[in-house]
């Protein structure tokens, strides 16, 4: 769906409305999907923003080499990713600490996991860490 910001209104908020939480992998899931946001902190009334939906497949983003990576949260600091790492149903795959610009003055770090050879192995496995609590897309409670 796409909304037109009102007064006031800032992406944390819109983030609570439409999902009824707020955390920085939300709010990296729609900068992402809306790349003329240059500055997480700076909206402007009447601006159209894409708002989608949380899905697991969201998550999902394929490499040149045709192989996948999950999405697996979005931090302050790179801290969190060690929690994944310790994670047995991601045995052998790399941890990769994306830096993510959101404004002229900061950066967030985006955890990505993979490879995965195929989109279902990567599915099989967001599913796995839904259960156990450690995605913050989906209320995850995992902290920086």
């Known amino acids: 769906r796409i909304v037109a910001v009102k007064k006031g209104q800032t992406i ?3 983030t609570q409305e439409y999902y009824g939480m707020v955390n920085l992998t939300l709010i990296d899931l729609l900068l992402e999907l809306n ?3 240059s500055n997480v902190h700076l909206i402007v ?3 159209e923003i894409k708002i989608p939906n949380i899905t ?3 998550l999902i ?4 080499d045709h192989t996948y990576q999950i999405h697996a949260g979005t931090f302050e600091t790179p801290d969190p990713a060690t929690l994944y790492g310790d994670e047995g149903v991601l045995k052998g795959k790399k941890t990769e600490i994306v830096p993510r610009k959101v404004s002229p003055r900061e950066a967030w770090h985006r955890v990505m996991i993979g490879k995965f050879d195929n989109k279902d192995e990567a599915l099989k496995t967001i599913f ?3 259960e ?3 995605l913050p897309a989906f209320g995850g409670s ?3």
Do not use: A, F, H, W
Not at 61 to 64: E, K
């Open 35 to 37: 790349p003329d946001i």
């Open 61 to 64: 983003t394929q490499s040149p």
């Open 142 to 144: 995992v902290k920086d």
């Open 45 to 47: 009334v009447d601006q």
């Open 12 to 14: 944390s908020q819109l």
């Open 56 to 58: 697991e497949t969201l």
């Open 128 to 130: 796995l860490l839904k």
């Open 132 to 134: 156990k609590g450690l």
